[in-house]
C-alpha cells in the first residue's frame, strides 16, 4: 500500500532532550516535507527537500533539522526542543513538487 | 510563505445541503488544489486545478478557478454529514519554491 509514514504518533518531551520524528515513504517520490500545523495559524512548511542531499528552508525552518540521506526517509530532527514547538506535524511525498501531496498521519508532539 | 486564504473560516449547514468556501490568493499560480483534514489526521488531497483550467469536477465536488481575481471556490453538492472536515487550498507559485503553500483552512460542519 503506498503511504506515508510517520513515528512515533505521539511524543512528550521536556525542553531541551533532543528528538527525531522520522517520516518514510514508499512511492520512490523525490519531494518531501514536513509542516507544522497549530491553531488558527494553518499548516506552515518548516523544510523540504527536492532530492537525496538536498534540503532548503520553508516558512519556520528555526529550530529544526532534516536531512535527507535516502530517498525514502526524510527525519525530523530538534536538537533542543523548546515549548513553542509543541504542535502537530505532517511529513507529505509528493513525485514532483508541484503536484498532489500524500500526507503522514502527523505526530502530535508536546514540549514541556 | 502563507499565500492562500480560505473563507469562511467556519461553515456550518444541514445534511443535503451545497457547501461553497473560497480560496484567494495573492501572485500568479502554475496550479491549486484543495485538501480535506479530518480532525487531526493527515490531509488527503482532491482536486487539482491548473493554471489554465476554469473549472473541474470530481463526483459532489466542483472546483473553479478565476487567474484574473486570483481565487477559487470549492463547490460540494448534496453535502453528508462524513463531509465535515476542514478544507485547505494549496497554491504553487510561478517561480516559487517546489512545494505547494497551504492556507488556514475552511472548518465544515455538516449536521446529519
Known amino acids: 500500500e503506498a503511504q506515508v509514514t510517520q513515528n512515533p504518533r505521539y511524543l512528550i518531551t521536556v525542553t531541551g532532550k533532543k528528538l527525531t520524528v522520522t517520516c518514510s515513504q514508499n512511492?520512490?517520490?523525490?519531494?518531501m516535507s514536513w509542516y507544522r500545523q497549530d491553531p488558527g495559524l494553518g499548516l506552515r512548511q518548516i523544510y523540504y527537500s527536492m532530492n537525496v542531499e538536498v534540503t532548503d528552508k520553508g516558512d519556520v525552518p528555526e529550530g529544526y533539522k532534516v536531512s535527507r540521506k535516502e530517498k525514502r526517509n526524510f527525519p525530523l530532527i530538534l536538537e533542543s526542543p523548546s515549548p513553542n514547538q509543541t504542535s502537530l506535524y505532517f511529513c507529505a511525498s509528493s513525485f514532483q513538487g508541484r503536484d498532489t501531496q500524500y500526507f503522514g498521519p502527523g505526530t502530535r508532539l508536546t514540549v514541556l | 510563505s502563507q499565500q492562500g486564504e480560505e473563507d469562511p473560516q467556519a461553515l456550518s449547514i444541514q445534511e443535503g445541503e451545497n457547501a461553497t468556501m473560497n480560496c484567494s490568493y495573492k501572485?500568479?499560480?502554475?496550479?491549486l488544489q484543495w485538501y480535506r483534514q479530518n480532525s487531526g489526521r493527515g490531509l488527503v488531497h482532491l482536486i487539482l486545478?491548473?493554471?489554465?483550467?476554469r473549472e473541474k469536477h470530481s463526483g459532489r465536488l466542483r472546483v473553479t478557478l478565476d487567474t484574473s481575481k486570483k481565487s477559487s471556490s470549492l463547490l460540494i453538492t448534496a453535502s453528508r454529514a462524513a463531509d465535515t472536515a476542514s478544507y485547505f487550498c494549496?497554491?504553487?507559485?510561478?517561480?516559487?519554491?517546489?512545494?505547494?503553500?497551504f492556507g488556514r483552512g475552511t472548518s465544515l460542519i455538516v449536521h446529519p
Open positions: 486545478i491548473r493554471s489554465n483550467e
Open positions: 494549496a497554491t504553487d507559485e510561478s517561480g516559487g519554491s517546489y512545494i505547494p503553500t
Open positions: 501572485t500568479s499560480i502554475n496550479n
Open positions: 512511492m520512490n517520490h523525490e519531494y
